[in-house]
């Protein structure tokens, strides 16, 4: 007598030793109940799944069920057998399957949510909401209607009620959408010929109050008032008496002003800061941190020195980024253009496009270098123009200064320094700067601090923002340098050179003072 093992082997063809991994074990092949014997799941040592198997018109469907839950497996091959069926014998089993009641389609689509929270598309929270929805409210309306025999009727009156009991209509649209599921399924198994029509909602969206100015400091004021006493706390807690009323009593640290403050100029919400750890804290400014973070707080309305500032910072164990370490390298050849040091090291011209200074570095990513050139007006040490690109070419650098000369329009002469990098000593870009109107100048060769504005920048770039990481792609590393530059670095970055301001806001204090002369 053949063993069940033999037999599936049999069934799929020539015996081979080399595919026991994917024959069934026998201890697992396990038919369903009031189906054809020959619907039965299984698992193989090949995989975690189960995995269903049936005979049609003498040919065998198999297919992986995803899910290593035997209910949830015995659930999916059901839906396996009914889609099947309704390929390949058509009318006979929508027939049978218009009197299938509301209620019976639905265990398999709960079947099929429970493979979805095992896969991780669906949490388990999400998954007890929408059961509980289907329990209470849903299946007791609809559970004895032929789920073929819903239409747009029976689903309004369906919402006129949940309204009667006075549900929101977010709660009601969220009923809606748990009832358009179970619809949805039934339609995927071929038991109705289309998802009916659902009546619609207007969801009235009720904003959250905020507190007043006034209210915000009286609130500051109580918790640095109380600090160190417990305040009573009545939560309410169920019983087997019904609801309880139970005081407990809290402690009010003496750093509760300042969580307050964190939360409101932040938008961080309380059970977010419970599980805030260092490693989640990042402070993205130069080497001096406390003084800019004590800028930021008086622009707030707090009243803090910087002392204060640097000890809770260094109290935290916050510290701010470091650069990296400069490595020693050669030279290259001989220039082929080089210009005279005109900028030399003015960097505090009287007004904008005066002076521009730019410069090229690189940005490593897991697909290979990427190149930025940027432009910077020493004025206000804004980046008025930017390129990036896989390749170190003069094309990179042209398309910077083209992108500056758009923004700017500069009406007079304007001084570009650089470096002596091959990408500037080159007939292209000399020639480029003579049709723009705009003059050259160099560093000496190998002597950064004649463009050290440049230079800063780019420090400045890699220790706020790239150091210690590695994009996976260059479109990465371009979206991130763009959101630094045009999000934070212009508008946003505090410079000593600059009053505390940034350079957006610089250049519109002087275009003010301008205009009012």
């Excluded at 650098?397 to 329009?409: D, E, K, S």
Aim: proline content about 4%.
């Amino acid at each position: 007598m053949l063993s069940t093992y033999e037999i599936w082997a049999a069934n799929d063809g020539a015996y081979s030793p080399n595919r026991h991994r994917t024959l069934p074990i026998p201890a697992t092949i396990t038919p369903i109940a009031n189906y054809p014997s020959k619907l039965r799941i299984y698992m193989t040592n090949a995989s975690r799944f189960w995995q269903v198997r049936c005979f049609f018109k003498g040919k065998t469907y198999s297919q992986s069920l995803r899910t290593s839950n035997k209910t949830s497996a015995v659930s999916l091959a059901k839906q396996f057998f009914h889609i099947k069926s309704a390929e390949l014998y058509g009318e006979a089993i929508k027939q049978r399957a218009s009197e299938t009641l509301f209620a019976d389609v639905v265990p398999a689509a709960l079947a099929l949510q429970q493979a979805r929270v095992q896969r991780g598309e669906l949490s388990s929270a999400g998954l007890r909401i929408f059961q509980n929805r289907l329990h209470k409210t849903i299946v007791p309306y609809f559970g004895k209607m032929a789920v073929n025999r819903i239409g747009y009727t029976q689903l309004s009156n369906f919402i006129q009620q949940l309204g009667a009991t006075g549900m929101t209509s977010t709660t009601i649209q969220q009923h809606v959408v748990a009832t358009r599921k179970i619809f949805s399924y039934a339609y995927s198994v071929n038991l109705i010929p289309s998802v009916p029509k659902f009546p619609s909602i207007k969801v009235t969206s009720k904003p959250r109050g905020s507190f007043s100015l006034a209210e915000y400091r009286l609130l500051v004021r109580t918790a640095s008032r109380i600090a160190g006493e417990r305040v009573p706390i009545t939560t309410t807690q169920r019983s087997k008496r019904g609801r309880e009323h139970v005081d407990r009593y809290a402690e009010v640290t003496r750093e509760l002003h300042w969580l307050i403050r964190f939360m409101v100029n932040s938008f961080v919400r309380p059970s977010d800061i419970k599980n805030l750890q260092h490693k989640h804290v990042t402070v993205v400014r130069g080497k001096h941190t406390y003084r800019k973070l004590t800028l930021d707080m008086r622009d707030l309305g707090e009243r803090c020195g910087k002392h204060r500032v640097a000890r809770l910072l260094r109290s935290e164990g916050i510290r701010s980024q470091t650069g990296y370490r400069r490595r020693s390298g050669g030279r290259g050849g001989k220039p082929a253009v080089v210009a005279p040091n005109h900028l030399s090291r003015q960097f505090t011209p009287e007004g904008p496009n005066q002076s521009w200074v730019t410069d090229i570095t690189y940005i490593r990513t897991h697909e290979g270098w990427l190149y930025l050139a940027v432009v910077l007006d020493l004025f206000s040490r804004q980046v008025i123009g930017w390129s990036m690109g896989s390749r170190i070419d003069t094309e990179l650098v042209l398309n910077a200064l083209l992108m500056a000369l758009w923004r700017r329009q500069p009406k007079e002469t304007v001084l570009v320094h650089s470096d002596q990098g091959c990408q500037y000593t080159g007939h292209d870009w000399q020639g480029f700067l003579r049709d723009h109107n705009l003059v050259s100048s160099m560093s000496r060769r190998g002597n950064c601090h004649d463009n050290a504005v440049a230079e800063s920048f780019f420090q400045l770039l890699k220790r706020e923002r790239i150091r210690r990481q590695i994009y996976p792609t260059r479109q990465d590393a371009r979206a991130d340098v763009f959101n630094y530059i045009e999000m934070f670095y212009n508008p946003k970055r505090r410079h000593n050179t600059s009053g505390g301001v940034s350079p957006v806001e610089f250049e519109k204090r002087q275009s003010q003072r301008l205009g009012s002369v």
